[in-house]
């Protein structure tokens, strides 16, 4: 009983000290994302950033969720990761009107 009741006190010690900060960054993309091809290049190259957990895309509302481990990266390393994909981020929300810019998308067709 003595090994039991100490096996949980460990337990219930050691679980704080292993808990992940999950954090969301909620951004829009520029130049804006104008093709399922682009959310999909999103998602087939975050995957790979250390600490991500989960990516979505909204191509009507131009948002994109990335979830990521706040241990393993931070938002700073996000942003360098959408600059390798030829996008340059801002909050979602922003008011500002994006400028008339082509799309990755647009630049591999031509």
Do not use: W
């Not at 010690?13 to 954090?23: F, N, R, T």
């Not at 999909?40 to 957990?53: D, P, Q, S, W, Y």
Request: glycine letters at 2%.
């Amino acid at each position: 009983m003595k090994k039991l009741i100490s096996l949980l006190l460990l337990a219930s010690a050691i679980l704080p000290i292993s808990a992940k900060e999950i954090k969301e960054f909620v951004v829009t993309t520029q130049p804006p994302m104008s093709c399922h091809n682009c959310e999909e290049k999103i998602k087939k190259n975050l995957r790979f950033e250390k600490g991500v957990t989960n990516i979505t895309t909204d191509l009507k509302n131009q948002k994109v969720v990335v979830t990521y481990d706040a241990d393993k990266t931070n938002e700073e390393n996000l942003v360098k990761a959408f600059g390798k994909l030829k996008y340059d981020v801002k909050p979602f929300g922003t008011t500002e009107c994006p400028e008339k810019t082509e799309t990755p998308c647009e630049q591999t067709i031509k």
